[in-house]
């Protein structure tokens, strides 16, 4: 009988591929791989540790698959086991913490398990690149890896601590991963890592990059989802025309008010990131911009918060994923004084998220009567849903092929929810 093997995959898109591309691994060596611990030989919890509810999320389900009976094999990996490590060998005893460095080698770890070898876990080689192309996978994107770490040390952030210094990869191991991905059947494909504007192989830059991607000979929509407003070129502005590039980015804005950006020590003004966004929309007047906003970070004055809700209303976002600041050990913005109170940054963090709901809703309801070329990912007995070029939700009432594009025409908008989907028909299959 084939080994089950279980992943739970918390925090950012990095992980996921990392996760794709270990489920995909195992599926070579014989194992059935599924989303979670129940009956598995080994479960794989790929945790995040960003903020501190991360941390609590990444234990919760560490303790919910050891309180349903797992008694398998238990591996806690990703970032939060770099950042907690030694407390959670205390705290789980029999689990492998393994490192984001060791991660790739995971597979490894538990063939040998399996074979009653004794692997020291931090021998294991792995490599933060050593991922093969994920054939089988959990999710209808391909998502690629092509950076990791961060050097900017923004004052909030622990990532750096986890993820180590920024380190990209060869440019040829990319093109040949997205070549495989593409005939492995996937038709988009998301780019990926922890600063991935920082991207810098020998002479090869960010924008080069994308350049060279978009060039393959090959039929396929390329996302860059997550990426750092500081460092657009105009080239990078140009390559965004192509239609191999689908018109949405995150742009991590964090807060409005320029004051609290130094505090921040983020690399850009709130002057730039208007800028960018400005040029983003004379591009593609619907060009779908999300973020992240922080809201109490210390010092935060109610005139600076109001600066973040005047941008929810005037950047016209697509999404905003509002955060309460959370302090982190180790970080300098741990060390500042003049904190905002809890219930302080509960009440901010609602009147932001009223704010963005609207923001949202506004900003979709401009794609009724309009066409998208969507990408099925779920299929329901009485309806399908995918996403399409601007990373919105689209839903349609009847059974289609998953992994297939379809144009469609949007006729509505479900009102209801916190991600209003887009009600389209198909026009062309
Ligand atoms: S850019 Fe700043 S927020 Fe983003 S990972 Fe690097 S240090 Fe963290």
């Given at each position: 009988m084939k080994k089950k093997v279980g992943f739970k995959t918390l925090g950012c898109r990095l992980n996921q591929f990392e996760t794709d591309a270990l489920a995909s691994r195992f599926v070579g060596l014989g194992y059935e791989v599924v989303e979670d611990s129940k009956d598995t030989d080994v479960f794989v919890v790929n945790t995040c540790t960003v903020t501190n509810q991360s941390d609590q999320k990444s234990r919760y389900v560490v303790n919910n698959a050891l309180n349903s009976g797992h008694s398998g094999m238990l591996i806690i990996t990703g970032c939060m086991a770099n950042h907690h490590k030694e407390k959670l060998e205390q705290r789980y005893p029999n689990a492998y913490v393994v490192g984001n460095e060791q991660k790739s080698a995971i597979p490894q770890l538990v063939e040998a398990h399996f074979h009653k070898e004794i692997v020291p876990v931090n021998q294991n080689k792995g490599g933060v690149f050593s991922y093969a192309p994920a054939a089988d996978t959990f999710h209808t994107r391909s998502m690629i890896k092509i950076q990791d770490g961060c050097d900017n040390y923004c004052t909030f952030c622990i990532i750096p601590k986890v993820r180590g210094r920024a380190v990209s990869r060869p440019v040829n191991e990319i093109l040949k991963n997205i070549r495989l991905v593409i005939g492995f059947g996937y038709n988009e494909v998301v780019i990926t890592g922890v600063?991935?504007?920082?991207y810098k192989h020998e002479e090869t830059n960010f924008s080069g990059l994308i350049k060279q991607i978009v060039d393959l000979d090959l039929d396929f929509r390329l996302r860059i989802s997550s990426i750092e407003p500081d460092s657009f070129d105009d080239e990078f502005f140009e390559l965004l025309k192509h239609p191999k590039i689908t018109p949405h980015l995150h742009l991590?804005?964090?807060?409005?008010?320029e004051s609290v950006l130094l505090k921040m020590r983020r690399m850009y003004t709130y002057k730039l990131y208007k800028r960018t966004v400005d040029r983003l929309r004379e591009i593609d007047p619907l060009f779908n911009v999300t973020t992240d906003i922080i809201v109490g970070f210390p010092e935060e004055s109610e005139s600076d918060f109001q600066q973040s809700i005047e941008a929810v209303k005037d950047l016209r976002f697509g999404h905003v994923h509002t955060f309460k600041y959370s302090k982190r050990e180790d970080t300098r913005a741990a060390r500042m004084t003049n904190i905002v109170s809890e219930k302080e940054k509960t009440r901010r963090s609602e009147l932001l998220r009223q704010e963005a709901r609207q923001a949202k809703l506004n900003y979709r309801q401009q794609f009724i009567g309009k066409q998208q070329q969507v990408l099925i990912d779920t299929i329901k007995d009485d309806y399908s849903k995918g996403y399409g070029e601007y990373y919105i939700p689209v839903k349609v009432n009847e059974k289609l092929a998953k992994n297939r594009l379809y144009n469609m025409q949007i006729v509505d908008i479900e009102l209801n929810g916190e991600d209003p989907c887009l009600i389209a028909e198909v026009v062309a299959k």
């Open positions: 600063n991935i504007s920082r991590c804005l964090q807060s409005a008010s």
